[in-house]
Structures are given as structure tokens and as C-alpha cells.
């Protein structure tokens, strides 16, 4: 099934077209039979990449780095650089709003790490990222509401800056093509890019994605992936707040700012299909609704049937309300068996398991479990080896497909790749970049279909 193994070739540009090839540092798998059977790999190795997931970077060049958007996942992404390598000094840092930088500022400071910024490297407003990007650092974690993203990536390679792009990187087809055209610069320039979809660094996942390659599944034929949850957090307007700004610290509600939560958050559970199947989806025919959200203007659920390039389906599924079932998994079903991230198992057609992750092993071979920290572990260890490394653009795929899912659903229509892609919306352009007044009559919530 030839277009099933290089049907993205066009589209990704990893680490492994560059010769890079390598195998995860120790193996946790567990197979029911002494003799398995002989599978037939779907990908041979070499056509794709795996990273070495050891404790922490090897040491090396002393790096500095600057955080771009000082909230709680800028916060934690710090810190977990941090965790992942030595020889790290934190040199700058950057948001919308002085509070931010000053509340982070204060945790580098009195934290593990005991890490000052100095006050002159501390930068407030909508150009701050340049600031920052310009402060002399190595590389730069990149953690502002997602719509502005692209913004910021295409700045950091323009200056030959190493980024970790937190997910999503695209929130509409405008910023979907930027991140493309900035992962080929950063490609020319031997940039290593990594982005927040910590689950290609998870080792459940790694080592099922080869088991995958390998066959132990088939030809995959279908799949399920879930987000339901409960009601995500919001920010109630205060006193003084201009639009702009209740708008930038309630992110997460506003499409323009999150690309609804389909592209926000459900792109981690997109993004694992693509990436063990190969394939994006070329049609999305898809249903959402608002229920019980409080602000903003998003849906708080979304289903969608994509279709992929070869004709298989895959069923997507994500809700944001408090009081229903909650599922956050995948599911990849193949000719010979099925592969389930819940219990991170792979079973054959008659329901026996064949393989399983062994956490327990895991655990006594590894002190560092933690994808998020996993993650920057990879992303150090190529800047320090100087080899190019690109998770734009598989990331960028992925965040089309939601925003591809989530158009198909505001609309009512069935959606395709080409006319998604080459789509004219571009959600930045228009609101001002300034902490004033906009127009908020633009922020409605969208009907699907005609009304009679």
C-alpha cells in the first residue's frame, strides 16, 4: 500500500529525510507469545523518525534561552527545560501584560533553579517577542495565545533562533501556510523546531507508533480519537479590562485567539492518528454545538468524520462540558488487529493481547517519565549535536485538520483540504494588536446551515 507509506512526503520533512535515524534508548514491551509472528512493516525504519528519549540532554554548549508569553504554559515549559538539560540560563522574557512577566520573573528567581533575569530583560506589549528574540538568546520557548504563533515563529528563524512552538501552532489557514513556508526556512538554516504535542515524546506512544510501522496491526483501516472532558477554565471580565485584554487572558474561549477547542486541544488526539497512520485527511463532514459555555464565542463540542487520502475514515470527537462522560484517547484499527492509547495496548482480531507498555519497567529503567519534560530533552539534544530537526510541519498539518473539522462544522458543508489550505481567513488581521476596543460584534457564535 505504497500511498500509505509516503503519502505525506510532500507534506513532512523530518529529521529522518535528513539521514537521521535513531531508536528510542530502551525498550519497556511486553509481547504475550515467546515466538511472535512475522509482520509486514506499513513504513520501513529509516522513513521515519524516533527520538532517543533518555533523562536528560547530553551536556554541552551552554545555551540561552528567552519565554515568549509568561502564563501558565510558558511557566511550566520553562521550567521544564529546566528539568531536561544543564548548562540552560534563562536571559529574557515577554508578554502582553507586566504582571506576567513580573510573576515569572519572581518564580525563576526563588525557584530550583534560582534564575535572574535582570529587569532590563523583561518586556512588555505586542512587540515584545522581538525583544525577547533579540536579547542574544540560542533558542526560545514560544507560549502567547496560539493566534499569534506563526508571528512569532517566523521571527525567531529569521533570526536563527531555536523555538518550541507550544501547540497549536496554525489557528486558521493564514497561519497554516506561514508555519509551512517558515518550517522550510528553519529547515535551510539547521534549526531544531519542536512543538507541545508531547505525546511523539511519550513513550507509550513512541513505542507504539513502531509496533505500528512494524506491522503488528496491519494496514490501518480506521480510527477513533477523543477529547471529552469537563467545562475548561475562563475569565470573567474586570473592571478596567479593555476588550483586547479580557480577550487575551480568557484566550482560551475565543476563537480568533484558540481556534476553538478542537484546534486548541483536540489536535493532540488529530495529530496522533495522522502521525501513526502517515496519512491527512482530504474531506471533513462534521456537527458542533454551545450548550453551557459561560464566555466567548466557541462551541463546547464538535464530532467530525474525516476522510483520509486512501479512503479510510476516521471518527473525531471532543466536548468541554462538566457532568457527561469523559474520554481523552486514541484508537487505530488495522487489517490484523487494533491499538488503544487508554490501556496502551495492541490486540489481534480476536481480542488477544499482543503487546503492552510496561510502565512498571519503565519506571525502573527512568527517573524522567514526563513528556513534557522528554520533549525539550530532544529538542536540546539536536541543538547541541547541530542537526536539523522540524516538528512544524507535522504539527502544522495537524492544526489544519481541526481547523478543517471546525469550519465543516460551523458551516454545516463538507469540507476539503485543498479549499481549506488555500482559505483566505486569517483571524489576526481582523483585530487590532492593540490593548483597546474591537470590534466585538465579529466575535458570534456560528450557525451551521440556512434557516427557513
Not at 502564563?71 to 527545560?81: D, E, Q, V
Request: glycine share 10%.
Amino acid at each position: 500500500m505504497s500511498k500509505n507509506k509516503m503519502s505525506r512526503k510532500d507534506f513532512l520533512s523530518l529529521s529522518a529525510v535528513a539521514g537521521v535515524s535513531t531508536l528510542v534508548g530502551s525498550s519497556f514491551m511486553t509481547s504475550c507469545a515467546e515466538k511472535g509472528p512475522v509482520y509486514t512493516p506499513i513504513r520501513q525504519a529509516g522513513e521515519y523518525y524516533v527520538p532517543v528519549l533518555n533523562d536528560k540532554a547530553d551536556d554541552g554548549k551552554e545555551l540561552k534561552v528567552g519565554v515568549i508569553g509568561c502564563g501558565g504554559r510558558g511557566s511550566g515549559a520553562i521550567n521544564n527545560l529546566l528539568d531536561a538539560a544543564n548548562g540552560i540560563t534563562v536571559v529574557a522574557l515577554g508578554d502582553t501584560f507586566e504582571d506576567r512577566v513580573k510573576g515569572l520573573q519572581k518564580k525563576l528567581a526563588e525557584g530550583k533553579y534560582k534564575q535572574n533575569v535582570p529587569d532590563d530583560k523583561c518586556f512588555v506589549g505586542f512587540d515584545a517577542y522581538k525583544k525577547v528574540i533579540d536579547a542574544g538568546v540560542d533558542m526560545v520557548i514560544v507560549a502567547t495565545p496560539p493566534v499569534f504563533r506563526p508571528d512569532h515563529f517566523e521571527y525567531a528563524t529569521q533570526k536563527g533562533v531555536h523555538s518550541f512552538l507550544e501547540k497549536p501552532i496554525a489557528v486558521d489557514p493564514a497561519g497554516y501556510r506561514k508555519i509551512m513556508a517558515t518550517a522550510k526556512q528553519a529547515q535551510a538554516k539547521n534549526l531544531s523546531v519542536v512543538c507541545g504535542t508531547q505525546r511523539h515524546h511519550q513513550r507509550p506512544y513512541v513505542e507504539a507508533f513502531q509496533k505500528i510501522q512494524e506491522g503488528y496491526i496491519g494496514e490501518i483501516t480506521g480510527g477513533n480519537v477523543y477529547w471529552n472532558q469537563g467545562m475548561l477554565w475562563y475569565k470573567e471580565r474586570q473592571k478596567g479590562w479593555t476588550d483586547t485584554e479580557w480577550m487575551i487572558r480568557d484566550w482560551v474561549n475565543w476563537k480568533w485567539m484558540s481556534g476553538d477547542h478542537i484546534v486548541e486541544q483536540h489536535v493532540h488526539n488529530i495529530d496522533v492518528f495522522l502521525w501513526m497512520s502517515g496519512l491527512k485527511p482530504v474531506k471533513a463532514t462534521a456537527f458542533g454545538a454551545r450548550h453551557r459555555r459561560i464566555t466567548g464565542d466557541q462551541y463546547d463540542q464538535f464530532s467530525v468524520d474525516f476522510e483520509m487520502e486512501n479512503g479510510i475514515h476516521l471518527h473525531s470527537m471532543c466536548r468541554q462540558i462538566d457532568g457527561c462522560s469523559n474520554n481523552v484517547s486514541e484508537f487505530v484499527q488495522g487489517t490484523k488487529g487494533s491499538w488503544n492509547s487508554a490501556n496502551h495496548e495492541i490486540k489481534d482480531l480476536a481480542g488477544n493481547v499482543i503487546w503492552k507498555f510496561d510502565a512498571e519497567a519503565e519506571k525502573a529503567a527512568h527517573k524522567q517519565t514526563n513528556a513534557y519534560v522528554l520533549e525539550h530533552v530532544d529538542w536540546v539534544n539536536h541543538i547541541r549535536k547541530g542537526t536539523m530537526h522540524d516538528e512544524a510541519t507535522e504539527c502544522g498539518i495537524s492544526c489544519l485538520a481541526g481547523v478543517m473539522g471546525r469550519e465543516a462544522a460551523y458551516s454545516g458543508a463538507t469540507v476539503n483540504w485543498d479549499e481549506i489550505s488555500a482559505s483566505k481567513q486569517n483571524y489576526l488581521a481582523e483585530f487590532k494588536q492593540e490593548l483597546g476596543k474591537q470590534d466585538m460584534e465579529k466575535c458570534v457564535v456560528m450557525v451551521p446551515g440556512k434557516a427557513k
